[in-house]
């Protein structure tokens, strides 16, 4: 197994509560992974109706009372609870939904650049073959109905992005610190939004470098600050128990948000080091100076819930729309460790890599989790089902919203997984939990090679719809005006394009029926239009049509029926 070739595989669940040890230079690169060899059993689809307690961003990071969100009048036949239930919604009037079509629903993919695993397919190409090898992804994530991509731009302490702060990422050129020519990053985030693709900007905080043996480019931070550094298993980490490593992670984040349009900023899995030969992670200095007495643990869980809470003010103070989530490893103790856990007997994120999503839901410090769920329904150690049970509970009335990471890499590969069927029933299984709100897959590479027909299944059976964003808790809620002058003539549909509006929702209802609730059932809505696009749709099927304006945030206006001229 090489970092090249493999993705997120690099790390095997040891069973009877031992740490997960394998590889630990793929997963150092590419995010732990399980071998899921065990197969589940398959299960028809079911489900029942999402709804969703909405909870305000507490300033001091505290957790938030529950509330549903309040919004314009368009959200009475809108919200989440409207549109995923499958039964009455009243408010002046009731309007039938169907419990099987979210019309909101993230559904998201990871694009990663370290080792050129998805983009750019390896360094030294030309700006042009990088252009279009990034809107290849694109165009295959708009086919499959997808409305939201992570783009990895901060692979290790460098940069997929022109800066002042760190030095150009090898994955672009071949050579850590040269230039490209161009920033490539202007251009992923304008071609996704074209698309109508919401902009994640994933970055590794902790992640020095690739290996302590390669010549660091001469402003690289690692070399500014060797204090700051760690060399651990023949790799550079930075320490996260030094105050100013914090402070930098947070310039650098901050740095990207302030500059650049994103909609998101992204972290995975990646804090204390994963456990590989067992040699200790060297921070005693910085615990005699900053552990204040804790258990060193304790200190270590500390750091990196001062980091994301740290970065979560930061990302929020610059632009109050940006979204922060993280993708921590799918289980966060076994039931073994503390009965709070799951029923599960695999590596503990909480324990080894010392990071505690359950403390970052419950100061609300993040405004999205998407664990790892990277193995099958049955699979002894990690049972999907019973980790997407624990996690909907994890984050049942808080206000944050849950995501699945999905193992699309993992299809076709081995046991449960050369199953087509088995990633597909994980989205049917989502169904009984309403605080699922989407799924992110892992990785975009998949998705030109759609392993086993998968991602027809999906968007046969999952996304035969478009799905707007979900309408995240505690940023802006103000709807967007509404459309103006739209009009239905000769099968085409037109309106005026308004500013600060970043998709048009259309609709279509039998003629003479509609009114109100014509918006509120996802079975209705037949296209989702970047704002980018002119303002026009080609009707291809009789009825009545309506027009929404929605903004960045999912947000979305009073729907506006068509004139007939």
């Not at 309040?70 to 009037?93: F, I, K, L, N």
């Not at 252009?131 to 901060?154: G, S, T």
């Not at 002058?485 to 308004?498: H, M």
Request: aromatic share 10%.
């Amino acid at each position: 197994m090489t970092e090249r070739g493999h993705s997120r595989v690099g790390r095997a669940l040891i069973t009877a509560g031992v740490l997960a040890v394998a590889a630990a230079g793929t997963a150092y690169a590419f995010g732990p992974g399980a071998r899921a060899d065990q197969a589940g059993q398959e299960a028809a689809p079911g489900g029942q109706a999402r709804e969703r307690l909405r909870a305000g961003r507490a300033a001091d990071g505290a957790p938030a009372p529950a509330a549903p969100r309040a919004g314009s009048a368009a959200d009475s036949v809108t919200a989440d609870s409207a549109e995923s239930a499958g039964r009455q919604v009243t408010d002046g009037g009731s309007c039938a939904t169907a419990a099987n079509a979210p019309k909101r629903q993230l559904r998201g993919v990871w694009i990663a650049t370290v080792h050129n695993l998805d983009w750019p397919s390896r360094p030294g190409l030309t700006e042009a073959q990088q252009r279009d090898q990034y809107v290849k992804i694109l165009d295959a994530a708009v086919k499959n109905r997808l409305n939201a991509v992570f783009v990895q731009v901060r692979p290790a302490s460098d940069a997929i992005y022109r800066s002042a702060l760190e030095p150009w990422s090898q994955w672009l050129t071949g050579k850590a610190g040269q230039d490209p020519g161009w920033d490539p990053l202007p251009f992923l985030i304008e071609e996704a939004h074209r698309r109508g693709l919401e902009f994640h900007a994933w970055f590794n905080p902790f992640r020095a470098a690739d290996t302590a043996s390669a010549k660091l480019p001469a402003n690289h931070p690692a070399r500014v600050h060797p204090d700051w550094v760690v060399k651990h298993e023949g790799k550079l980490y930075y320490n996260p128990g030094l105050p100013e490593v914090r402070d930098w992670i947070t310039r650098v984040v901050t740095d990207v948000v302030t500059r650049y349009d994103v909609d998101g900023v992204h972290f995975d899995d990646y804090f204390y080091p994963y456990p590989g030969n067992g040699t200790a992670f060297a921070d005693s200095a910085a615990y005699k100076k900053y552990g204040k007495g804790k258990p060193r643990a304790d200190w270590r869980r500390g750091n990196v819930n001062a980091m994301v809470a740290q970065v979560s003010r930061a990302v929020h103070a610059a632009k109050p729309y940006v979204k922060f989530g993280i993708s921590p490893f799918g289980i966060w103790r076994n039931k073994a460790q503390d009965p709070e856990g799951s029923a599960t007997s695999g590596m503990s994120a909480y324990d080894a890599i010392y990071a505690d999503p359950r403390a970052w839901i419950k100061a609300r410090s993040v405004d999205y989790v998407i664990p790892q769920l990277y193995w099958p329904r049955g699979f002894e150690a990690a049972d999907y089902a019973t980790l997407v049970k624990w996690w909907a509970n994890a984050v049942r009335g808080s206000g944050v919203d849950l995501y699945i990471g999905q193992a699309l890499y993992q299809v076709g590969t081995s046991g449960a997984w050369k199953k087509p069927g088995e990633l597909p029933a994980h989205l049917g299984l989502n169904r009984k939990y309403p605080e699922v709100g989407g799924d992110v897959y892992f990785s975009a590479a998949q998705l030109l090679k759609n392993p086993l027909g998968v991602l027809d299944r999906l968007r046969k059976d999952y996304y035969a719809r478009p799905a707007l964003l979900p309408l995240l808790s505690g940023l802006p809620t103000a709807a967007p005006a509404a459309p103006k002058r739209v009009r239905y003539a000769g099968g085409t549909l037109t309106w005026q394009a308004q500013q600060g509006v970043r998709a048009y929702g259309i609709y279509r209802v039998a003629a003479g029926t509609g009114g109100k609730c014509a918006t509120a059932d996802a079975r209705n809505l037949v296209a989702v239009l970047p704002a980018a696009a002119a303002p026009t749709y080609r009707a291809t099927t009789t009825g009545a049509y309506y027009v929404t304006a929605i903004d960045r945030l999912g947000n979305e206006s009073p729907a506006v029926p068509a004139g007939v001229t």
